[in-house]
Structure formats: structure tokens, C-alpha cells
């Protein structure tokens, strides 16, 4: 074998195997991510498109109904707040959006998932409005207040890294 | 397209797949109506950081990509598919369905080979080029297949995993495996009670399918095609009477990839060519379809087509082994070591 065609199978050889080295690499991350979505349930990180459909798997902050999976909370994510009022301090009246975002924080014997609140806090607040709020935790019998929830992360600021919803935006109390 | 025949077939299949994703997304979340306006600005997520308009021309770029990849099939088109619904889902203003997910990871996995081939050289030429020509394409292909071949696996996994609770085994209203095969034994008049043996074998063959069968499909070659039609079949009641063929057909865009390359192209020959084995399996497919479905929605008229494309697909795996049971023993075992 001449030196030059040694040298085109070495560079054959080298950049085929880099390749196979960097495809698996990168696919197997990407499985790794994959596990991970899927295993959000488990962390209350997430509930949609976690491939749970028809699962009838139930969790709760105390547990879930797996077999032998353990439920560990990692995030208010998945909670909701009970009995929320709003009510928006404005100079201007409300325009027919805002009044639909207002309509919706304040719908009777609704649990409101925390994300989808702070999400739609956000657009009142950045609309220039001040938005007072009631509210209950889950875990509370008596209920929070606040004057000025745009000042308050945890009721008015979303989490900007999360693309997608991650649960249902609201449901009956419980 | 591609000079391996599973990502060839995988694209053959890819727009039916979308079509059926359209149809599911237009036909729940309704977005021409007042309310879906509403829910739009109370969902979190990226999407309220864009004009609407750019969700609405990032969806319909999408059904564009589709559409351009029914008519041709070629790997721009294919890209143009990976690029507009990875923004696609992104953006997505209502619920991430559970079939989104998995069409996700599995054009990323295609992109993720296809980019790395495209980024290396050797004398000169890249792996791989847009048009699929270049130094290595067999080999980039490979791996873009073997992506979507753990995507697959991974997600059909986590199926199984999160139904191993009680809820599901519990015989009874709480599981859809119960729900599910009562619906099945009703709509297929096969009677007003599912037998226990029934709920029992949909109750735990759905845990053993969704295991193990991809799994095993994948890593015992010998085995790939009985797991296939046993995914084909566990999947028939969801798209007959469970309203969801959405997810049962996109899934099934990616199963040549639980195929070896060479059972692939004997395979092919058959899938590409009428025979009486496919013909008939196509209409005993859109008849189990018709006998099942229990009303004419848009999703069980498109489980017409999906029980259409499996029946086929199904009667050409079947011809694959009538004929190589029809061949003398010496041959046979040639054939099976040339296989291998």
C-alpha cells in the first residue's frame, strides 16, 4: 500500500470514527433527556407529553399510586391556588384582553395552577396595571393577600426558560 | 432521499403522521373559536412572547413542510419538517400532546445525525451533504436511524413505567386498560361486558407491549416482526375506539427503525409491491376499522387510512414469511444467515 493511500484511509478511518463518537455522544444525550421529560411526573415538573396517557397514575405533594416509583416535589410547578380574587387597580379601563385575563383569575371554585397565575399577572402588570390579590395555598386553611402582586415573584413572574405549558391551567377545587 | 430504505419509509410516512397531529390539535383545541383566544393568552409559555401571527405562520409553515414532503420526497423537504416542527412545538400555545413529545425526539434524533455528518470531512467532501450525497451517507443514516430506534424505545418504556400503578391494575373504572377493552367489546358488538380474561390480557399485555416490545424488536432481529404486529395490534382498539389514531400512526412512522437495515430491504420488496398477502390485509384493516369505530370523527375516518397502511404492512410481513416457509430448509437457513 502506498503512503498516499494509507493516508486516505487513515483520514477515512479518523473522520468516520469521530463521527460515530459524536452521534453517539449526542444521541445518547439526547435519550438521556428524553428519560428525564418522561420522569418529570415523578418530580412535579411536569404532566403533559411525559408519555403518562391513559395511565391512571395519580400523584400528589404526599405520594402517588405507582407501584414503586417514589413522588418527590421539586417545584411549586404543579401547584394550584384556591379561591383566588383579583381585582386590578387601574387609571384606564380595562380593555376586552384584560378583562378576559381579570375574568379568569377570579372564576368561582376553580384551583388555578401557579405558572398559568403568574403568567397571566405578568401581562396585567405589564400593561401598566396594579393587581390585588387573594389567594389560597393548597396547604393553607386561611388565605394570603397581597396589594401589589406585580411586586411579588412567586404570583407575577413566569419561569421565561419554560416553553411549553407544562399542566392543565386550571381545574375544579378540590 | 436516503440510501437506507427505514428513513426512506419513515418519510413516506411522516406527513399521514402530521396529518393525523393536525387533525387531533385542530379538532380539540379549536382555535378559531373565542375561547381558544382566551385559553392562548393564559397558557404559559413561549408563545406570549411572540405576535400571534408567528404561531399561526409557524404552524401553517409546518403543514407546508408536510406537504411539500407528500409530494417530494427529499431531504430538504425533510428538513423543512424537522426545523418548522421543532418550532412548532416550541411555540405551541394549548397542551403538549404525548405524541408531540415523541415526534419531537425522534426528527431531532434524524437532525442530530444528519448535522454532525454535515459538520465532517473526509477527502474534501462531507459525510453528508442536504441532498444526501456525500462521502459516508450509509453510515450518517445509520445512526439517524438507531436515534430514532431509542427514542422509540425510551418513550414506549416510560409508557409502560408510568402504568406499572394501582390505578391501572385495578381491574376496574379506573383503568383505561378496563375502559378501554369495555368500549372495544361494546362498539365491536362482541358483547355488553368484556370478559375477565379480556381486561386481563389488555390490562397486562399493555405492560409486556410497552415493556419490552420495541426493546425486543429492536436487539432480536429474528423477533422484529412478530413484535411489530403485536405493537400494530395492541395499538388497533386505541385508534378503533379510544379516539386517539393520532398517536398510534405517528409512532408507527418510526418503527422501520426497530428493523435491521438488510430484514429492511427484504421487506421492502414486498411493501412496495401489490400482492394478494398486502391487498387483503388493507381491507381486512379498513374493515376492522369500520366495524369498530363508534361514530365518524375526524380521527376515527383517519384510523381508516392508519388501519389501511397497517393492514398492508402487516399482510407484506406475513408474505415474508410465507415465503421464506414455502422455501426448502437449505435456503431457508441461507437466507437467515444472509440477514443477519
Given amino acids: 500500500m502506498s503512503a498516499s493511500s494509507r493516508a486516505t484511509t487513515s483520514v477515512r478511518a479518523s473522520?468516520?470514527?469521530?463521527?460515530?463518537?459524536?452521534a453517539?455522544?449526542?444521541l445518547g444525550?439526547?435519550?438521556?433527556?428524553?428519560?428525564?421529560?418522561?420522569?418529570?411526573?415523578?418530580?412535579?415538573?411536569?404532566?403533559?407529553?411525559?408519555?403518562?396517557m391513559f395511565s391512571s397514575l395519580h400523584w400528589e405533594a404526599g405520594g402517588n399510586n405507582h407501584l414503586f416509583v417514589?413522588?418527590?416535589?421539586?417545584?411549586?410547578?404543579?401547584?394550584?391556588?384556591?379561591?383566588?380574587?383579583a381585582e386590578v387597580v387601574s387609571a384606564r379601563p380595562l380593555d376586552a384582553h384584560e378583562q378576559d385575563l381579570l375574568r379568569w383569575l377570579n372564576q368561582?371554585?376553580?384551583?388555578?395552577?401557579?405558572?398559568?397565575?403568574?403568567a397571566v399577572i405578568a401581562q396585567l402588570c405589564d400593561r401598566g396595571h396594579r393587581v390585588k390579590l387573594r389567594?389560597?395555598?393548597?396547604?393553607?386553611?386561611?388565605?394570603?393577600?397581597?396589594?401589589?402582586?406585580?411586586?411579588?415573584?412567586?404570583?407575577?413572574?413566569?419561569?421565561?426558560?419554560?416553553?411549553?405549558?407544562?399542566?392543565?391551567?386550571?381545574?375544579?377545587?378540590? | 432521499m436516503s440510501v437506507d430504505g427505514r428513513l426512506r419509509a419513515t418519510a413516506l410516512l411522516l406527513p399521514m403522521a402530521l396529518l393525523g397531529h393536525t387533525l387531533q390539535l385542530l379538532g380539540e383545541d379549536t382555535p378559531w373559536a373565542p375561547h381558544a383566544w382566551a385559553r392562548y393568552w393564559r397558557t404559559p409559555g413561549w408563545h406570549l412572547y411572540l405576535p400571534p401571527w408567528s404561531i399561526v405562520a409557524i404552524a401553517v409553515a409546518l403543514i407546508v413542510s408536510a406537504l411539500g414532503l407528500a409530494i417530494r420526497r427529499t431531504r430538504p423537504w425533510v428538513a423543512a419538517v424537522i426545523?418548522?416542527?421543532?418550532?412548532?412545538?416550541?411555540?405551541?400555545?394549548?397542551?403538549?400532546?404525548?405524541?408531540?413529545?415523541?415526534?419531537?425526539?425522534?426528527?431531532?434524533?434524524?437532525?442530530?445525525?444528519?448535522?454532525?455528518?454535515?459538520?465532517l470531512r473526509e477527502g474534501g467532501r462531507r459525510l453528508i451533504d442536504l441532498r444526501g450525497r456525500g462521502a459516508a451517507p450509509r453510515l450518517v443514516d445509520r445512526y439517524a436511524v438507531r436515534g430514532v430506534a431509542a427514542v422509540l424505545c425510551v418513550t414506549y418504556f416510560y409508557?409502560?413505567?408510568?402504568?406499572?400503578?394501582?390505578?391501572?391494575?385495578?381491574?376496574?373504572e379506573r383503568s383505561a386498560a378496563f375502559r378501554g377493552t369495555t368500549d372495544f367489546w361494546i362498539w365491536g358488538d362482541l358483547g355488553s361486558v368484556a370478559p375477565t380474561w379480556a381486561i386481563a390480557l389488555a390490562t397486562y399485555g399493555t405492560l409486556v407491549v410497552e415493556y419490552a416490545f420495541p426493546i425486543v424488536a429492536l436487539f432480536v432481529p429474528r423477533l422484529t416482526i412478530p413484535c411489530v404486529i403485536g405493537l400494530m395490534c395492541f395499538h388497533f382498539p386505541h385508534v378503533a375506539v379510544m379516539n386517539v389514531a393520532d398517536y398510534p400512526m405517528l409512532a408507527s412512522a418510526f418503527y422501520p427503525s426497530l428493523f435491521t437495515a438488510a430484514r429492511w430491504r427484504l421487506l421492502e420488496r414486498e411493501l412496495y409491491a401489490p400482492s394478494r398477502w398486502n391487498v387483503a390485509g388493507a381491507a381486512i384493516g379498513m374493515g376492522a376499522q369500520l366495524w369498530w369505530m363508534p361514530w365518524w370523527g375526524e380521527l376515527t375516518i383517519f384510523g381508516i387510512g392508519v388501519m389501511a397502511i397497517w393492514g398492508w404492512w402487516i399482510g407484506s410481513m406475513l408474505r415474508l414469511y410465507a415465503t421464506a416457509a414455502a422455501r426448502p430448509k437449505g435456503a431457508r437457513m441461507a437466507a437467515e444467515v444472509a440477514v443477519r
Wanted: charged residues 20%; contains cysteine; proline residues 6%.
Fill in chain 1, 15 to 22: 473522520s468516520r470514527e469521530a463521527f460515530r463518537l459524536r
Fill in chain 1, 70 to 85: 417514589p413522588q418527590n416535589m421539586r417545584s411549586d410547578l404543579w401547584r394550584g391556588w384556591n379561591d383566588v380574587r
Fill in chain 2, 83 to 119: 426545523v418548522t416542527y421543532v418550532a412548532h412545538y416550541l411555540t405551541y400555545p394549548y397542551r403538549i400532546r404525548n405524541h408531540m413529545t415523541l415526534m419531537l425526539a425522534s426528527l431531532v434524533a434524524v437532525a442530530i445525525a444528519w448535522v454532525i455528518g454535515a459538520r
Fill in chain 1, 29 to 52: 444525550a439526547l435519550a438521556t433527556l428524553l428519560a428525564i421529560n418522561n420522569a418529570l411526573p415523578y418530580f412535579g415538573l411536569r404532566d403533559d407529553s411525559c408519555q403518562a
Fill in chain 1, 108 to 118: 368561582e371554585n376553580r384551583q388555578l395552577n401557579t405558572e398559568a397565575t403568574r
Fill in chain 1, 135 to 174: 389567594y389560597r395555598h393548597p396547604d393553607e386553611a386561611t388565605s394570603r393577600t397581597t396589594g401589589d402582586a406585580c411586586a411579588v415573584p412567586e404570583l407575577s413572574e413566569p419561569h421565561a426558560w419554560i416553553p411549553v405549558r407544562l399542566y392543565e391551567t386550571d381545574g375544579p377545587s378540590p
Fill in chain 2, 159 to 172: 409508557a409502560g413505567l408510568h402504568k406499572t400503578n394501582e390505578g391501572f391494575l385495578a381491574f376496574d
Fill in chain 1, 24 to 26: 453517539r455522544l449526542a
